[in-house]
């Protein structure tokens, strides 16, 4: 299955999730469901209301939701969306946790002239970065060097604090696709990374969280980036240093994990500023990111107000 928000002209952020190719309200489906979960579940209904996603992973009875869609689908007379007519936004807007790695992919420390790090580096990004996956993406005033980095992103499904490597996936609820976009003279204006990271719209995601049963192997993932058609990056998560399990279990000693926290893996060879003389982004560029099995997300860079 997966999960999107999604909104119609002149209406408010709903949660949607896709089956067999067909995207259904889920607040249509729980209340064709509720019969087979024993009644209803108030927390479930809140999170529907609210639409949001970190809600609804952390709402008791959302198992026993989501086993019953797994079983019996969309519910009988269950109607699928228009897609045509609707708007995508982020799929997870307010994490609890956005954590991010740097320097998780063995070629891009090569590409940048960095070492092999003996521990994921870890920044943070905040909620107010992240924006839908077709949205336009406005340019800080205060930046020169704005760059691309794909990303698989990891959605934290159970709580996890001081798992072992082989208990990680338990938390995992699914992935989705991220553009850590990083202004990089901010970033390395002093030694911390924070506010090349921060700006708003510096985390487009989406278009989906896609359950993990549906992705498949987390490292034997292809992530792809063109900007204005042209493919800049390509790389493949075997590559990654740490994987997403290490990552998970890592994290995991540092911080109690909880649902809706998302972490942003790191990125792949190809990114602007590793190129001679750097290539960074412009108004009017147009960024497009895929991963295999999750989709694809494709935004407009435009100029400062």
């Known amino acids: 299955m997966e999960f999107v928000r999604y909104k119609k002209a002149r209406s408010g952020y709903r949660l949607g999730v896709s089956m067999a190719g067909a995207l259904y309200d889920l607040a249509d489906c729980y209340r064709r469901c509720r019969d087979l979960v024993g009644g209803r579940l108030p927390g479930v209904a809140a999170a529907l209301a609210a639409a949001s996603l970190r809600a609804f992973l952390t709402s008791p009875g959302v198992d026993a939701f989501l086993d019953a869609l797994r079983r019996n689908g969309p519910g009988d007379g269950a109607r699928a969306l228009d897609t045509a007519a609707l708007m995508l936004g982020a799929p997870l807007h ?87 976009v990083s202004a990089r003279d901010l970033q390395f204006r002093t030694g911390q990374w924070l506010a090349g990271k921060i700006s708003d719209g510096f985390a487009p995601m989406g278009p989906a969280v896609v359950e993990k049963a549906d992705v498949g192997a987390a490292h034997d993932l292809v992530l792809e980036t063109w900007v204005n058609g042209e493919l800049r990056q390509q790389g493949h998560t075997s590559d990654m240093i740490y994987d997403v399990p290490a990552l998970v279990s890592h994290l995991s000693q540092l911080v109690t994990l909880e649902p809706g926290d998302v972490i942003a893996t790191g990125t792949p060879p190809g990114v602007g500023m590793s190129r001679t003389p750097p290539r960074y982004l412009a108004a009017g560029d147009v960024v497009r990111m895929q991963i295999t099995g999750i989709g694809a997300i494709e935004n407009r860079f435009v100029a400062p107000d």
């Open 94 to 180: 307010d994490p609890g946790r956005f954590i991010g790695i740097g320097l998780n992919y063995r070629s891009h420390a090569r590409e940048i002239g960095q070492p092999i790090p003996p521990e994921p580096p870890l920044f943070a990004k905040w909620a107010n970065a992240i924006t839908g996956p077709y949205h336009d993406v406005r340019l800080p005033t205060q930046s020169q060097a704005v760059d691309y980095e794909v990303e698989l992103g990891v959605v934290i499904g159970r709580r996890a604090r001081r798992v072992t490597m082989n208990e990680a996936l338990d938390s995992v609820f699914g992935y989705t696709v991220i553009n850590d």
